[in-house]
Nanobody, 120 residues
Framework: QVQLVESGGGLVQAGGSLRLSCAAS????????MGWYRQAPGKQRELVAR???????NYVDSVKGRFTISRDNAKKMVYLQMNSLTPEDTAVYYC??????????????WGQGTQVTVSS
């Protein structure tokens, strides 16, 4: 059974930084894409950043230059370094793993979410 567990959320003042981590567990052969999504109150969940197993990255325009996604394939972990945070970054952040190869085939999985709150 594949599980994703996020950590690192919390309360920070505007201009501050946070680092989110997500660990995938279970009998996993490989993971194609890992990413971070966020959902603010009253808004749809949106992609923040994602990274392929080869290290190719994509970011939503609003976080470019402020957030950095990285991953450790051996540890099956993905990270999101968030700098220069603004109140608009306040949301629940979800870890996603897509193209997860297990004995049962390939699938996509979500973490339970971690709250990030940025105060002005």
């Amino acid at each position: 059974q594949v599980q994703l567990v996020e950590s690192g959320g919390g309360l920070v003042q505007a201009g501050g930084s946070l680092r989110l981590s997500c660990a995938a567990s279970g009998v996993i052969f490989s993971i194609n894409v890992m990413g971070w999504y966020r959902q603010a109150p009253g808004k749809q969940r949106e992609l923040v950043a994602r990274i392929t197993s080869g290290g190719r990255t994509n970011y939503v325009d609003s976080v470019k230059g402020r957030f950095t996604i990285s991953r450790d394939n051996a540890k099956k972990m993905v990270y999101l370094q968030m700098n220069s945070l603004t109140p608009e970054d306040t949301a629940v952040y979800y870890c996603n793993a897509d193209g997860v190869a297990t004995a049962g085939g390939r699938g996509a999985y979500w973490g339970q979410g971690t709250q990030v709150t940025v105060s002005s």
